[in-house]
């Protein structure tokens, strides 16, 4: 795996590796996968979920409580709901959001795949988001999974990061760099 060696560079990446290994050991990383998924919309769509993860004023004993009642209202697997026990017992739910991204990237790069990016100012529907697939895996040779997020503030057109690249084709770029030839 090429992008372990990155990802165990920080406390968040080697978290989201152990998570990963154990996964894997038991076939679930499509069922963590998931689990994972739910989280993070947990974390962004309750603000009392988001404080919970963030919060240095909540004690070890009280978020490792707090995580074991809501993991099954949200549907987590077993695994998953282990492992937010060891970080609420570790101090370490903050970190939560860096795992995620990363055992993402883990798992993607596990079934051959890369992960895309995308940041668009209105959701794109299904259509649009399968050919942006389509292009990408063109370019890539890869199959690509997109995490598209919304941002009203560029505009129009797209953000699309790959890897370590950036295309930036918003009307907000595109309109500072028209203001900054005008300048001269």
Do not use: C, W
């Not at 959001?97 to 529907?125: C, F, K, Q």
């Not at 259509?127 to 389509?134: G, N, P, V």
């Not at 997020?149 to 797209?158: A, M, P, Q």
């Amino acid at each position: 795996m090429e992008t372990s060696g990155g990802i165990q560079a920080s406390l968040g990446g080697r978290y989201a590796m152990a998570l990963f290994e154990l996964a894997r050991d038991e076939r679930q990383i499509d069922v963590v996968s998931a689990s994972l998924s739910t989280l993070n919309q947990a974390v962004a769509g309750s603000d009392d979920f988001r404080r919970l993860v963030t919060s240095p004023l909540i004690n070890r004993t009280d978020a490792a409580h707090a995580v074991a009642a809501v993991a099954p209202q949200l549907g987590l697997d077993p695994l998953t709901t282990k492992f937010l026990g060891v970080l609420a017992s570790n101090r370490r739910l903050r970190d939560l959001p860096a795992i995620m991204r990363s055992y993402r990237m883990l798992a993607a790069d596990h079934r051959g795949e890369t992960t895309a990016e995308v940041v668009s100012a209105h959701p794109l529907d299904a259509d649009q988001l399968e050919a942006l697939k389509t292009k990408l895996k063109a370019q890539t040779g890869k199959d690509v999974s997109i995490e598209a997020t919304v941002d009203k503030s560029i505009l129009g057109g797209l953000i699309v990061k790959l890897g370590s690249r950036q295309v930036d084709g918003s009307i907000r770029t595109k309109l500072n760099m028209l203001a900054q030839a005008m300048k001269g």
